[in-house]
């Protein structure tokens, strides 16, 4: 069973910085797209940042500018840089990956487990 394990989560004053990583737990065929969704208490799930096999990112607004994504595609890891973080950041982050986990299969969603970031004095 292929698994996202998540790190890098905490709390932080507004305008300091964290970074998340996203593994995947064991060996797999493939990873296609790579991303980070947030859900804030009360709100629904957003898309944050995502970044295709090749390495093209792209971003909600309210972060472009403060946030990066990255991956390595060598350790299926997926990484979010977050820059000068205000407390409208704060909510749970959940990785996404689209895996296929053996030659011949096809594409599957995959999810983290979530890691809380808070923003606050």
């Known amino acids: 069973q292929v698994q996202l394990v998540e790190s890098g989560g905490g709390l932080v004053q507004p305008g300091g910085s964290l970074r998340l990583s996203c593994a995947a737990s064991?060996?797999?065929?493939?990873?296609?797209?790579m991303g980070w969704y947030r859900q804030a208490p009360g709100k629904q799930r957003e898309l944050v940042a995502s970044?295709?096999?090749?390495?093209?990112?792209n971003y909600v607004d309210s972060v472009k500018g403060r946030f990066t994504i990255s991956r390595d595609n060598a350790k299926n890891t997926v990484y979010l840089q977050m820059n000068s973080l205000k407390p409208e950041d704060t909510a749970v982050y959940y990785c996404?990956?689209?895996?296929?986990?053996?030659?011949?299969?096809?594409?599957?969603?995959?999810w983290g487990q979530g890691t809380q970031v808070t923003v606050s004095s």
């Open positions: 996404h990956a689209e895996i296929s986990p053996r030659v011949g299969w096809g594409f599957y969603d995959y």
């Open positions: 970044i295709t096999s090749g390495g093209t990112a």
């Open positions: 064991k060996t797999i065929f493939s990873i296609d797209a």
